[in-house]
């Protein structure tokens, strides 16, 4: 059987030694698109800050390709991971282009003379040709949220984490963002984790999704958005998936 | 007046008055309203005027009522309100029952508690701070041997941040200490006939202690809070985090630059400052003492000596580093909100004068053991 590009067992996240999950277990595919749900503040940005190593796990382990985040990185190696972050996060005192090239030079990816280019041409994959000298400051919010997208894109990791893409984008960004994130994972074969709310995003993306039950203080559910919708064993799972507007259900 | 509260059975009354339940009630012991302490009681009827319009004074303080009787198992029963507020009741129930669960914030009366959590606070603070230093010391090797991931645009802005920007403050600041120093001291030393010693009053006292620390006074308020503002807001942005996913970590690309930078400037600008205080004093002292520039001159060239140059200088190089890690420490561990910018700030700024003065201390108390 093929190592899971992403392995959960049995983990724990919190700040302070304060539990706000606990035993979340589970193994993501590679090429898989995998949600992250959960009521306002059941631990859905505290599980991702941790498995993206910015939080350390208050028990259980995390693995990526069947090595832990220390192992990737030792010798100041890079993650095997991009992070898309909720505000884009881009750095504002350099272009856009240089934000895509730093982390390259950072991590001595490439040759100096082709980082530009390779930077180039993530921009393009997002949308954004012909924006590079231009400061995050100047850019809309998509664009934005693109522009960050390319530089979690910057190192070709195996792995992107979305945390919440959709949030503060008008209905048809968000579409476009989700038509990009497809088209990243099946044309760059790329797993993808993503925190979100956004039902449409959810049923439209979306292969598994993992629900945290805030209350329990536990994941109460995994499996197809669709199919939890109808047969989730916690009534907060179906009651959630079911929450759409009338024009989305007649859609 | 008829009493609020009145048990009958298991069922306690709520009286709501004809003018309404008055707001300061809502900051009074229930106890000193009537409601005795440990009242036990399934129902909480409310007795309101016919067709009484509830406003949200009302409906706090049956909350607060309902909050006082009601057990873990919220089994209380309310009636005699209507069934919008009702809901909304059950809300603030829920609401207040979540409070007790996530609470952990001290009680604010306790002032032993939390001198103890200040203490504690201050204990963490502390102990990151060393740990920031430790880091900083264990990439400097690597700095020195140009293999540390910084990027040389960011070196020369911060060089460029902490030199000649800061320069016509740096000779403002000195110019005026050196001035002062040698009227005070005229005034004084004329009366004794040891005018002429103005010049070593000003010459050492500026080069050993004074321009070390005005220069790390300035350079605290305007490049250390620089410092903090930058990285809180970068902290704020999640650009911070953003730079660790790439496997960077902040200290080696953020601190370290700024640590450098500010730590090779700082003796510099020493020796720019000297000059400008030493002038400073030459300028008043000369014609209030009658004095020949070049005997001024003279003069604090025998008082001076490298020893206090170099004292000076190594006190230059030592505030900067601590300028720049107070700084950078205080903008790395800033709340991630507008507020905690601004506190990130004035807490560089206050700390980093409180240390240069304290490690002025110690470089006084080292120097005079070892006689320099």
Same mark, same amino acid.
């Given at each position: 059987?093929?190592?899971?590009?992403?392995?959960?067992?049995?983990?724990?996240?919190?700040?302070? @030694?304060?539990?706000?999950?606990?035993?979340?277990?589970?193994?993501?595919?590679?090429?898989?698109?995998?949600?992250?749900?959960?009521?306002?503040?059941?631990?859905?940005?505290?599980?991702?800050?941790?498995?993206?190593?910015?939080?350390?796990?208050?028990? @259980?382990?995390?693995?990526?390709?069947?090595?832990?985040?220390?192992?990737?990185?030792?010798?100041?190696?890079?993650?095997?991971?991009?992070?898309?972050?909720?505000?884009?996060?881009?750095?504002?005192?350099?272009?856009?282009?240089?934000?895509?090239?730093?982390?390259?030079?950072?991590?001595?990816?490439?040759?100096?003379?082709?980082?530009?280019?390779?930077?180039?041409?993530?921009?393009?994959?997002?949308?954004?040709? @012909?924006?590079?000298?231009?400061?995050? $400051?100047?850019?809309?919010? @998509?664009?934005?949220?693109?522009?960050?997208?390319?530089?979690?894109?910057?190192?070709?990791?195996?792995?992107?984490?979305?945390?919440?893409?959709?949030?503060? %984008?008008?209905?048809?960004?968000?579409?476009?963002?989700?038509?990009?994130?497809?088209?990243?994972?099946?044309?760059?074969?790329?797993?993808?984790? %993503?925190?979100?709310?956004?039902?449409?995003?959810?049923?439209?993306?979306?292969?598994?999704?993992?629900? %945290?039950?805030?209350? $329990?203080?536990?994941?109460?559910?995994?499996?197809?958005? $669709?199919?939890?919708?109808?047969?989730?064993?916690?009534?907060?799972?179906?009651?959630?998936?079911?929450?759409?507007?009338?024009?989305?259900? $007649?859609? | 007046? #008829?009493?609020?509260?009145?048990?009958?059975?298991?069922?306690?009354?709520?009286?709501?008055?004809?003018?309404?339940?008055? =707001?300061?009630?809502?900051?009074?012991?229930?106890?000193?309203?009537?409601?005795?302490?440990?009242?036990?009681?399934?129902?909480?009827?409310?007795?309101?005027?016919?067709?009484?319009?509830?406003?949200?004074?009302?409906? =706090?303080?049956?909350?607060?009522?309902?909050?006082?009787?009601?057990?873990?198992?919220?089994?209380?029963?309310?009636?005699?309100?209507?069934?919008?507020?009702?809901?909304?009741?059950?809300?603030?129930?829920?609401?207040?029952?979540?409070?007790?669960?996530?609470?952990?914030?001290?009680?604010?009366?306790?002032?032993?508690?939390?001198?103890?959590?200040?203490?504690?606070?201050? =204990?963490?603070?502390?102990?990151? *701070?060393?740990?920031?230093?430790?880091?900083?010391?264990?990439?400097?090797?690597?700095?020195?041997?140009?293999?540390?991931?910084?990027?040389?645009? #960011?070196?020369?802005?911060?060089?460029?941040?902490?030199?000649?920007?800061?320069?016509?403050?740096? /000779?403002?600041?000195?110019?005026?200490?050196?001035?002062?120093?040698?009227?005070?001291?005229?005034?004084?030393?004329?009366?004794?006939?040891?005018?002429?010693?103005?010049?070593?009053?000003?010459?050492?006292?500026?080069?050993?202690?004074?321009?070390?620390?005005?220069? =790390?006074?300035?350079? /605290?308020?305007?490049?250390?809070?620089? *410092?903090?503002?930058?990285?809180?807001?970068?902290?704020?942005?999640?650009?911070? #985090?953003?730079?660790?996913?790439?496997?960077?970590?902040?200290?080696?690309?953020?601190?370290?630059?700024?640590?450098?930078?500010?730590?090779?400037?700082?003796?510099?600008?020493?020796?720019?400052?000297?000059?400008?205080?030493?002038?400073?004093?030459?300028?008043?002292?000369?014609?209030?003492?009658?004095?020949?520039?070049?005997?001024?001159?003279?003069?604090?060239?025998?008082?001076?000596?490298?020893?206090?140059?170099?004292?000076?200088?190594?006190?230059?190089?030592?505030?900067?580093?601590?300028?720049?890690?107070?700084?950078?420490?205080?903008?790395?561990?800033?709340?991630?909100?507008?507020?905690?910018?601004? /506190?990130?700030?004035?807490?560089?700024?206050?700390?980093?004068?409180?240390?240069?003065?304290?490690?002025?201390?110690?470089?006084?108390?080292?120097?005079?053991?070892?006689?320099?």
């Amino acid at each position: 059987m093929a190592t899971p590009a992403i392995s959960i067992e049995d983990v724990a996240v919190g700040y302070d @030694g304060a539990r706000v999950q606990t035993g979340v277990s589970v193994d993501i595919e590679r090429g898989e698109i995998f949600a992250v749900v959960g009521d306002s503040g059941s631990g859905k940005s505290t599980l991702l800050k941790t498995m993206i190593g910015l939080l350390p796990p208050l028990g @259980g382990r995390i693995r990526f390709d069947g090595r832990s985040l220390d192992e990737h990185m030792q010798d100041g190696g890079a993650p095997p991971f991009g992070v898309l972050f909720q505000n884009g996060a881009l750095w504002t005192s350099m272009t856009v282009e240089e934000n895509v090239v730093l982390p390259m030079e950072l991590q001595r990816y490439a040759t100096p003379e082709a980082r530009p280019a390779l930077a180039r041409f993530k921009l393009a994959l997002v949308g954004l040709a @012909g924006r590079e000298g231009l400061s995050p $400051a100047s850019l809309s919010g @998509g664009m934005r949220k693109r522009a960050a997208l390319a530089r979690a894109l910057a190192l070709d990791p195996s792995v992107l984490f979305l945390d919440e893409p959709s949030a503060g %984008l008008d209905p048809l960004t968000s579409r476009r963002l989700d038509r990009l994130i497809t088209g990243l994972r099946d044309g760059l074969g790329i797993t993808v984790v %993503l925190v979100t709310h956004e039902l449409e995003s959810l049923y439209s993306i979306a292969d598994r999704m993992l629900f %945290l039950d805030g209350e $329990a203080h536990r994941p109460v559910a995994l499996g197809a958005p $669709a199919e939890l919708a109808r047969h989730a064993e916690s009534a907060k799972v179906r009651e959630f998936l079911r929450t759409r507007t009338p024009l989305a259900e $007649a859609a | 007046m #008829d009493p609020l509260f009145r048990l009958s059975g298991h069922e306690l009354v709520l009286r709501v008055p004809d003018d309404g339940i008055r =707001a300061d009630w809502l900051a009074r012991p229930l106890a000193e309203l009537g409601l005795a302490t440990g009242t036990a009681a399934s129902v909480l009827r409310v007795d309101a005027p016919p067709a009484w319009r509830w406003s949200s004074t009302d409906a =706090a303080f049956v909350s607060a009522v309902v909050r006082e009787l009601d057990g873990p198992a919220h089994a209380l029963e309310v009636r005699g309100v209507p069934r919008e507020l009702e809901s909304l009741l059950e809300v603030a129930r829920e609401g207040a029952g979540a409070a007790t669960t996530s609470g952990g914030a001290l009680p604010r009366g306790d002032i032993r508690a939390r001198a103890g959590a200040f203490a504690l606070a201050a =204990a963490a603070d502390a102990r990151r *701070f060393v740990e920031l230093l430790g880091e900083v010391m264990l990439l400097l090797p690597r700095a020195l041997a140009l293999r540390a991931r910084i990027r040389r645009t #960011d070196l020369w802005q911060m060089l460029a941040e902490c030199g000649h920007r800061a320069l016509p403050i740096v /000779a403002i600041v000195n110019v005026l200490m050196g001035g002062i120093l040698a009227f005070v001291g005229a005034v004084e030393l004329e009366d004794f006939g040891a005018g002429i010693y103005v010049a070593n009053l000003v010459g050492i006292a500026s080069v050993r202690e004074l321009t070390p620390i005005l220069n =790390a006074i300035v350079l /605290a308020g305007r490049t250390g809070a620089s *410092f903090a503002a930058t990285l809180a807001t970068m902290q704020g942005n999640e650009e911070i #985090d953003a730079l660790a996913t790439f496997g960077v970590p902040a200290v080696e690309f953020l601190v370290l630059p700024r640590v450098l930078a500010l730590s090779l400037l700082m003796p510099l600008t020493f020796l720019y400052g000297c000059v400008f205080a030493l002038a400073g004093g030459m300028l008043v002292a000369t014609p209030i003492l009658g004095l020949s520039g070049a005997a001024y001159a003279m003069q604090t060239q025998g008082a001076i000596g490298g020893a206090n140059f170099a004292i000076g200088a190594l006190k230059a190089l030592v505030f900067g580093a601590v300028v720049a890690l107070i700084g950078c420490h205080q903008g790395l561990r800033a709340s991630r909100s507008a507020a905690g910018v601004g /506190a990130a700030t004035t807490s560089a700024v206050v700390t980093s004068i409180i240390a240069v003065i304290a490690l002025d201390a110690v470089f006084a108390v080292c120097a005079h053991a070892l006689r320099i």
